[in-house]
């Protein structure tokens, strides 16, 4: 194995005399390393490699697809669409907590959409 690795050595010196690192992205910069205590071991090169073809794994995209849509809730002035929406969020995150190995009260408070909800009955019920 140290023969390898003397080659590999040798290689690498080889290519900072020819000068192949100098114009590399992100040259002097401090390295960015990311949080993934939160990704079980085995499965944090399969989420590296999909992070680095920008795609996400299915639970993430769900995960995103609700975040744009609370934004999406939050900015709409009609209230049959809001609860529309609404109705589709609701959906998601029941999706979404399907998806979960523990339970999702666990995990977080999912308080934006109740919240909405009883704005929205308060709202047809005063009309």
Do not use: W
Request: hydrophobic share 40%; charged share 35%.
């Amino acid at each position: 194995m140290e023969f390898f690795q003397r080659i590999a050595e040798n290689r690498i010196l080889e290519a900072i005399d020819n000068g192949l690192f100098d114009n590399l992205r992100g040259r002097g910069k401090p390295l960015k390393f990311e949080d993934e205590s939160h990704i079980p071991p085995e499965l944090r090169m399969a989420y590296k490699i999909l992070k680095n073809a920008d795609c996400l794994p299915p639970e993430l995209e769900l995960r995103k697809e609700i975040v744009q849509l609370q934004d999406l809730v939050a900015s709409l002035p009609d209230e049959s669409e809001k609860l529309k929406q609404m109705r589709r969020l609701n959906f998601l995150i029941m999706k979404m907590n399907m998806t979960r190995q523990v339970s999702p009260q666990l995990l977080e408070h999912e308080l934006y959409a109740p919240k909405i909800l009883e704005r929205l009955e308060s709202k047809h019920g005063k009309q």
